[in-house]
């Protein structure tokens, strides 16, 4: 009877150990937007770009990361767009990211680089905003750098 208590014990600690989600900053920026599960649109056009191994890389990165309903508000001639120019596609998505961990006490009103080689606005005033995208959840660390959610797809100024 005690080795079958142990045996279950075993099993349900096991499956808890696999059903439950890793903790906040075990998974690289890849491995937490894809479970987070309200980046599938980003996903999905990072994958198509040929940027995934690049995200999973050492980085760090600072990735603005527009969710789902962001992606939703784009007209969808542009998303038809982007994925039928992959060089236009990369230079949107890499307008995303930051090189180097900027954690959201990090930042000034100002531009900010990206690693497509222009400049993102930011503006503090009223809470956080790269562009016109609104920071909707800051800070979520990962082990090649950290990711900030935004409400809106933002468009580097040569794509406009």
């Known amino acids: 009877m005690i080795n079958f208590r142990k045996s279950i014990l075993a099993v349900l600690a096991a499956s808890v150990a696999v059903i439950s989600p890793a903790k906040a900053g075990e998974m690289d920026i890849i491995d937490t937007a894809v479970k987070a599960g309200s980046f599938k649109t ?62 959201s006490t990090d930042l000034k009103a100002g531009s900010v680089k990206t690693v497509s080689g222009e400049n993102v606005k930011v503006t503090l005033k009223g809470g956080a905003k790269f562009n016109q995208a609104k920071v909707a959840k800051a800070d979520i660390v990962c082990t090649n750098g950290v990711i900030h959610v935004i409400d809106a797809v933002i468009l580097p100024p040569s794509v406009k």
């Open 42 to 103: 980003l996903a999905k056009l990072v994958t198509e770009a040929g940027l995934v191994e690049t995200l999973k890389g050492e980085g760090p990165f600072t990735v603005l990361a527009p969710t789902d309903a962001a992606f939703a508000k784009v007209p969808k001639p542009l998303l038809e767009k982007l994925l039928a120019d992959k060089k236009l596609l990369t230079k949107v998505l890499t307008y995303h990211v930051i090189a180097g961990k900027v954690m």
